[in-house]
Each structure stands twice: as C-alpha cells, then as structure tokens.
C-alpha cells in the first residue's frame, strides 16, 4: 500500500483527502490508507500545506481569481483556514485581474457597454469578485459619457 501511495506522490503532489481517495478507488481498506499517510506526513512527503501553495502558485500563473482557487482547494479537501491562508497570501488579486484582462483582450479597457460586460463575464468565470473586475476595468466601473 505504502508502494502505491508513493508511485502517486512520485507523479505531483496530493492533498490528504485526494490521496486517501485515490488509494480506496485502488481497493484499499480506509484504516491501512489513514495509517500509512499519518506515517507519510510524518516524514514530510504529504503535506497540505505544500499541496495548496503549489496549486495556488500554478492556478494563479493561468489567471485563476481567488473564487476558483478557492473552489479548487475546498474540492481538494483542504481545510478553510488553510484555504484563507494561502488564499490571502496568494497574490494581488487586483493586479492580477488587470492582467488577465491586459493578456486576454488588450491594454485599453472598453468603453462601450456590451465589450465591458463581456470582459466582466470573463473575469468573474475566471474567479474575480467584483472588486477585481471593477479595478481591471477602470475605477468606476462605467464607460465615459463624455464626447
């Protein structure tokens, strides 16, 4: 079991809960997995808190807000303080946001009504809050009304 255990970690990096799951869908019994990851988080070859840094650096490099990133932790079976931990150190999400919009459509925000509701809608899929959004479109976020 244990040689099952570390072929996977030998791959990437898992969670607790994503690894005890992947070694039941092997057919393990729950008891024999819970002891051998104890013991593999004892000598530090699983940890949590690694795992959610690394998918927290690797989600933010794709231009994932911290919504998706949270998403993707909690689905990992990361606990939410460690969740609002790393969430919180992750990045500047406002710059981020402003960057995501810069690569995907060009450096000037729109100022017309439906172009700036189709960048909104990107961002917010990729996990914005509307703070994000609104600082990656420019302050208000409204178009100018002015000739």
Not at 12 to 33: C, N
Not at 130 to 136: F, T
């Amino acid at each position: 079991m244990r040689a099952g255990a570390l072929a996977l970690l030998g791959r990437r990096e898992y969670a607790r809960a994503e690894l005890s799951t992947a070694l039941q869908r092997k057919g393990y019994a729950a008891d024999i997995i819970a002891e051998a990851l104890s013991e593999l988080a004892g000598e530090g070859l699983l940890n949590d808190e690694r795992y959610a840094e690394s998918l927290v650096r690797q989600l933010v490099g794709r231009g994932q807000g911290p919504t998706r990133i949270r998403q993707a932790l909690h689905e990992a079976g990361i606990p939410a303080d460690l969740i609002a931990t790393v969430i919180e150190a992750g990045a500047d999400w406002h710059a981020l946001a402003t960057d995501t919009r810069r690569r995907r459509f060009g450096a000037e925000a729109p100022s017309e009504w439906p172009e700036r509701a189709r960048q909104m809608r990107f961002l917010q899929y990729r996990g914005f809050s509307k703070d994000h959004i609104a600082s990656a479109l420019g302050s208000s976020g409204a178009p100018d009304d002015d000739p």
